[in-house]
């Protein structure tokens, strides 16, 4: 179950979710960088790319779609999961169109993201 | 009042009530109505609870919007029973709307602000926890707590805090400054300006009318139960201090004050104006920098004389893996340790199972902080008698006491633990204070924690599913009958076949617990929430697995057992720096938990099992669910509602004397109109328990001989008891697809069994209730006690009151449902005459043997 050499990065504006999430992922290996702040987590994209990041929807500033959009076009192979309270029918086309790999309405049972989380690099590795 | 009239009363109210009769589908509709209702309810309940198992990941948003969602199931299901009733319960919705006030309390943040100023230790409940802060709440755990002393005291409470500042005036001042900590970029100058105000006005503050004396009165309380001269100790605890941040030493403390009213107000004001001081207000801004609700609680303990005090990590914090703890101490009050004005004797103790000093480095004592002996209180620096300073400030029989504590306290709180402790000239050790220890392990060089786990042997991967998140290790104890929890020893991992509400007892003691079958949303994995036991329900064949004695380690976050030790995990778990439990969203959701979901109304036979008695949302769907089934039972007990024309007899190869009526789908619609074979019941619980009686020997049909004494007793019990009468009246076995109302009237006994079950464990009840005999009441007690350890070894919760047996389970899978049933369609046979031959004591055990082992041919003798 190693997963050494996954980057993972999430962003959210509850501290709560980057907190639990480098908790579980560290654990089973995961390299993970965690932000609450949109900004600082796409700077930090664009220094180095990440195989997966996970977002949050709903933040002050550059919203998920908008973070979805930048990383894909930073790097079109970082698959892309979004998490919400409060996804629409219409946010959630959006996404589609812009490549999204999965939407997961919070709350969530962790195993459900690990499962996406595994999907997501299966795809990754399918498609290299 | 006597047990009889009391039983008497209980009947008269709940069983012989004439009622007009309505028809049975209307009412079974109607009861349908309330359990869904009920479950909903519950279903939310569950699902919140099952939320704070640390599988799952919420906000707050989450939090507000399913509070709403309940509290309108919550009505509905009120609304609901008084329709099956007719009104009987309108007293439920005067007693659910201050329950409903007060969680909506707790979402604003507003529950420490409603209760009484001062509350002993001892009275506090989990619902004080706001009002008297979280180091005050930890000291009332450990004060029930058997195994550890605690100095006796009170709390002034953020109540009274919350008073003097309306008192006073001081509120919007207050106000303004929980508002500008909240912004994003206060103004820093009115900030410090309203911490410098606030901070002078409450050192001024007057108390509220009659509060001086409610504190006399307590101090002088404390005085009498005090074996010496009173002081006190006088120290902080608030709202989020020892939660998720420690606040250590960053809040006021007053220690060797007089126990005058006067004095102590004072003390408590130097606390409380400590709230707004600039280390405190510092440290809250860094923690809390989204600002939040503020208030300030004290503990008011009497001082132990100390001869020496420290503290005690329950692991060494340098080096978690080492299996060791570690001791500091000095001579004199502890004050002088933890703020690093003594040099202090160094201790290292091995964890193993038997105690041993590993290491010791002595410090040369010569100065200890001790009462100044005035009356005025006070303590000071004194020099330590020469002779004395070089000598070990504990002797080793304390130190392996004291470590017999710091290891029974980690299994308790299930965290390491930093624990401050004190000895009092007699050698009784006090503990003053236990929080979680925090230890920060060096990531430098470190292999990943998943590539060392690959050593371990894996017993289960993928186990179950999680009921509380954690990582527990300890030796394998089977449970498999209630009694055995009688042996639990400390520290171990508890593993049985189903889950038990009833573990409980032993779950402070338990490192982990394990069950193969049983699910996240039952009673137990609730209660291994509260108590925080990492818990793995579902887990396949377990028991085949694991012998009893051997070590396992179980990871309930990544759903993993190993065999062994594994001390990486153990230290991974010590050194994760963010205790989930106490993050702000857990606390709330736990706060709004305490109030909803305990269940302080168990059982009906008590006098509070009346809407007034509730306490919680459980209690009040409790009571709803029981006056349901009642109103049911009773239904099927009174001949006047059952119209003869759907009573349809059973044909069985036993003499049973079965008639069922069908409210909706119980029987095969081709069956023939009378003499129904066992092959047309379509009902799955009665099916279940016909299975059980059809069991071959399970119904012997011999006629017991009944003695002339007895045959004697029963004529001559009087008319009016009705509690050991001869019932009269068919067998009826009311049903539907997924339910069973039967009762049993045996010449002289009653029995009633009503049960629900489908595929939604949460519906599924079983409800048990046996009454009576024909002989006296010694042996009919002693079959209420065969009946008894018989259903409690299949896990049932039961009561028995002379010779009426109660017995409840449920929130079951179906298989299990059914497999219980049969179990009691046998026990109805193989118990219906046996208290003719109870004729001693020592027959219950023999014949509860028997039951278990299978062997029911022992009644006729064979």
Not at chain 2, 213 to 234: G, I, K
Not at chain 2, 295 to 323: E, F, H, L, T, V
Not at chain 2, 392 to 415: G, M, N, Q, S, Y
Not at chain 2, 698 to 721: I, N
Request: with cysteine; proline share 5%; net charge negative.
């Amino acid at each position: 179950m190693s997963e050494t050499n996954t980057r993972l990065l999430v962003v959210d504006d509850e501290p709560i979710v980057g907190k639990r999430l480098k908790q579980v992922f560290d654990k089973i290996g995961f390299a993970i960088e965690t932000y609450t702040d949109s900004a600082a987590a796409l700077a930090a994209m664009a220094e180095k790319p990440f195989d997966i990041v996970v977002t949050d929807l709903k933040m002050e500033g550059i919203d998920g779609i908008e973070v979805l959009k930048r990383v894909r076009a930073m790097n079109p192979d970082t698959r892309v999961i979004i998490i919400t309270g409060y996804a629409s029918p219409d946010t959630a086309e959006l996404a589609e169109q812009e490549g999204v790999f999965a939407f997961l309405a919070k709350p969530f049972r962790l195993d459900e993201l690990k499962q996406v989380i595994y999907r997501a690099i299966e795809s990754g590795r399918a498609k290299a | 009042m006597a047990l009889r009239d009391f039983l008497k009363g209980f009947s008269a109210q709940r069983w012989f009530t004439p009622k007009a009769c309505r028809p049975l589908p209307l009412v079974f509709s109607q009861f349908r109505e309330v359990l869904k209702a009920n479950n909903q309810a519950l279903e939310i309940i569950a699902d919140m609870g099952e939320k704070l198992s640390g599988e799952y990941l919420f906000d707050l948003r989450y939090v507000e919007s399913t509070v709403e969602e309940m509290i309108a199931a919550m009505r509905r299901a009120i609304a609901a029973i008084n329709v099956l009733t007719q009104d009987q319960h309108t007293a439920l919705q005067e007693v659910f709307t201050p329950m409903e006030a007060r969680i909506r309390a707790i979402l604003n943040k507003r529950d420490d602000r409603d209760g009484p100023p001062l509350l002993w230790l001892t009275e506090i409940e989990d619902r004080h926890w706001p009002l008297v802060g979280g180091k005050a709440a930890h000291l009332s755990e450990l004060l029930h707590n058997p195994q550890v002393r605690v100095p006796e005291g009170f709390v002034i409470t953020a109540g009274l805090f919350h008073e003097i500042l309306d008192l006073n005036g001081i509120r919007p001042e207050f106000d303004r400054f929980e508002q500008l900590l909240s912004e994003h970029l206060p103004d820093e100058e009115a900030l410090e300006a309203l911490r410098c105000l606030l901070q002078e006005k409450v050192l001024r503050a007057e108390p509220p009318p009659g509060f001086l004396a409610t504190l006399a009165e307590a101090l002088q309380q404390l005085a009498a139960d005090s074996p010496r001269a009173l002081f006190l100790a006088v120290r902080s605890s608030a709202q989020e201090e020892d939660m998720d941040f420690s606040f250590a030493g960053q809040f006021h403390s007053e220690l060797q004050v007089p126990p005058q009213a006067e004095a102590v107000y004072r003390a408590y004001l130097q606390v409380a104006a400590s709230l707004f001081g600039a280390k405190a207000i510092g440290y809250r801004r860094q923690v809390f920098p989204e600002g939040g609700t503020m208030s300030i609680a004290a503990c008011c303990q009497r001082m132990i004389p100390a001869k020496a005090s420290g503290i005690i990590y329950s692991i060494d914090p340098m080096d978690p893996g080492s299996q060791s703890m570690v001791v500091v101490g000095a001579l004199g009050q502890g004050q002088a340790v933890v703020e690093g004005q003594v040099p202090t004797d160094f201790f290292r103790l091995g964890r193993g199972e038997a105690p041993q000093v590993i290491e010791r480095v002595l410090a040369a004592k010569h100065e200890a902080l001790l009462p100044t002996g005035n009356a005025e209180g006070g303590l000071a620096m004194q020099a330590v008698p020469n002779g004395q300073a070089g000598a070990p400030c504990l002797d080793e029989r304390i130190l392996f006491e004291l470590a017999a504590v710091a290891i029974h306290l980690e299994t308790f709180f299930k965290r390491p633990q930093d624990i401050e402790w004190t000895l009092d000239p007699q050698g009784i050790l006090y503990i003053l204070q236990s929080r979680p220890l925090l230890i920060t392990e060096s990531e430098k060089g470190k292999p990943r924690l998943s590539e060392k786990l690959e050593d371990y042997e894996l017993i289960a991967a993928d186990a179950g599913r999680v009921a509380q998140q954690g990582i527990g290790a300890g030796p394998v104890f089977w449970v498999e009958t209630l009694a055995d929890l009688k042996e639990f020893p400390e520290g171990a991992v508890l593993i049985s076949h189903r889950d038990s509400s009833q573990y409980v007892q032993v779950m402070h003691r338990a490192a982990a617990i394990v069950t193969e079958v049983g699910s996240p949303t039952s009673h137990m994995a609730t209660l291994c929430r509260e108590l925080r036991v990492p818990c793995l329900v579902g887990v396949p064949d377990i028991l085949t697995k694991v012998v009893p004695g051997e070590e396992i380690t179980v990871d309930a976050e990544d759903r993993r057992i190993y065999r062994g030790r594994v001390v990486e995990l153990l230290t991974y778990q010590a050194t994760t720096s963010m205790d989930l439990h106490m993050a702000p969203e857990f606390r709330m959701l736990r706060r709004i938990l305490r109030n909803v979901s305990r269940l302080n109304l168990v059982d009906p036979l008590m006098q509070d099992f009346r809407p007034e008695g509730c306490k919680t949302f459980h209690d009040v769907l409790r009571f709803i669910h029981e006056t349901a089934v009642l109103e049911l039972v009773e239904l099927g007990r009174d001949d006047r509602c059952l119209p003869g024309g759907l009573a349809r007899r059973l044909e069985l190869p036993i003499q049973a004397g079965i008639l069922a009526i069908d409210i909706g789908g119980g029987i095969a619609p081709d069956a023939p109109r009378d003499a129904i074979p066992f092959a047309a019941i379509r009902s799955i619980p009665f099916r279940a328990i016909l299975q059980g009686m059809l069991f071959p020997g399970a119904w012997h049909q011999e006629t017991m001989p009944v003695s002339f004494r007895d045959m004697m007793h029963s004529m001559m019990t009087t008319p009016q008891d009705t509690l050991s009468g001869q019932y009269t009246g068919h067998n009826i076995a009311i049903i539907s697809e997924t339910y069973v109302n039967l009762c049993f009237r045996f010449g002289y006994h009653f029995n009633i069994i009503d049960a629900f079950c489908h595929d939604v464990e949460r519906d599924n009840h079983i409800y048990f209730r046996f009454l009576g005999g024909a002989t006296d009441i010694a042996k009919r007690s002693r079959r209420a006690t065969l009946i008894a350890t018989i259903l409690e070894a299949f896990d049932f919760s039961v009561k028995t009151r002379g010779d009426l047996v109660i017995a409840r389970t449920g929130n079951l899978v179906q298989s299990e449902m059914e497999r219980t049933l049969d179990i009691l369609g046998r026990l109805i046979g193989f118990t219906r005459q046996l208290d003719v031959q109870m004729t001693d004591d020592q027959a219950v055990a023999r014949y509860a043997e028997a039951f278990l082992m299978g062997d029911y041919g022992v009644v006729a003798g064979k």
